[in-house]
C-alpha cells in the first residue's frame, strides 16, 4: 500500500460529461502529480501541485483542471469529455525536491462510451 | 519516436531464472533514472532512482545499472518469482517529477 488513495477506482461515463477524479496523498507528502496512461502509451504528467500551488503544467487539455486544497487532498476535473479521454488517470505524491521518489496510487479507470 | 525506448516488449521466462530489461533514452538534460514496477491495475511501484553519478543500485533481487556516456540502463531480475510478472516501466528524470519521460515498459511474464 503506497499510502495514496484516489477515488473512484472505476468511473464509466459518456461524451460531454463531467467528472470528478479524487487523491488523498501520503500524510506529510505536500506535492501531488496528476497522469495519464492510456492503453500501451507511457504516462504523460498532467499537472503538480505543491502545498496548494499550481507548480508545473504539462500536456493537459483546456477542458481539465485540478486543484489540491488546504487539507492536501486533490482533484482532477475533466469536462467535455471524448471518447479519447478514455485512460487510467494516476496521483503521485512525495515530499518535494529534485530526485524525490514518487508514491503513486492504484488509479482512476475512466471509461468513456 | 519515444525519448524512452524499452527493450524487449514483452519476455516470458521460466521461474528461478534471471533476465536483464533494458532501456535507452535520448534526452537531455539529465538529472536520474528510475526503473518502477507496475502491476495490472495497479499504480508504478519505485524500484531504484539512481543520479548520473551512480553506476549501480540494487534492492533485493532487483539490480539497476546506469551508464550516463551511452545513455543506457539495465534492470537486472534474479531468481525470478511468479510475484514478479509485471511491466517494468524505466522513467528518465531531468528536476522535479514533472519533468519525468517514461517508457511505454517492459512486459515480463514469469511461469512455472
Known amino acids: 500500500d503506497s499510502g495514496v488513495t484516489q477515488t473512484p477506482k472505476h468511473l464509466i461515463t459518456a461524451t460531454g460529461q463531467r467528472v470528478t477524479l479524487r487523491c488523498s496523498p501520503r500524510s506529510g507528502d505536500l506535492s501531488v502529480y496528476w497522469y495519464q496512461q492510456s492503453l500501451d502509451q507511457g504516462l504523460q504528467f498532467l499537472i503538480h501541485y505543491y502545498n496548494g500551488e499550481e507548480r508545473a503544467k504539462g500536456n493537459i487539455l483546456e477542458r481539465f483542471s485540478a486543484q489540491q486544497f488546504p487539507d492536501l487532498h486533490s482533484e482532477l476535473n475533466l469536462s467535455s469529455l471524448e471518447l479519447g479521454d478514455s485512460a487510467l488517470y494516476f496521483c503521485?505524491?512525495?515530499?518535494?525536491?529534485?530526485?524525490?521518489?514518487?508514491?503513486f496510487g492504484s488509479g482512476t479507470q475512466l471509461s468513456v462510451l | 519516436k519515444n525519448q524512452v525506448e524499452q527493450s524487449p516488449q514483452s519476455l516470458i521466462i521460466l521461474e528461478g531464472k534471471n533476465c536483464t530489461l533494458q532501456c535507452n533514452y535520448t534526452v537531455s538534460p539529465f538529472s536520474n533514472l528510475r526503473w518502477y514496477k507496475q502491476d495490472t491495475g495497479r499504480g508504478p511501484v519505485s524500484l531504484t532512482i539512481?543520479?548520473?553519478?551512480?553506476n549501480t543500485k540494487s534492492n533485493g533481487r532487483y539490480t539497476a545499472t546506469l551508464d550516463a556516456d551511452t545513455k543506457q540502463s539495465s534492470l537486472h531480475i534474479t531468481a525470478s518469482q511468479l510475484s514478479d510478472s509485471a511491466s517494468y516501466i524505466c522513467v528518465r528524470g531531468a528536476g522535479t517529477a514533472s519533468k519525468l519521460t517514461f517508457g511505454t515498459g517492459t512486459r515480463l511474464q514469469v511461469t512455472l
Open positions: 503521485a505524491s512525495s515530499v518535494g525536491g529534485t530526485n524525490e521518489k514518487l508514491f
Open positions: 539512481m543520479t548520473f553519478s551512480e
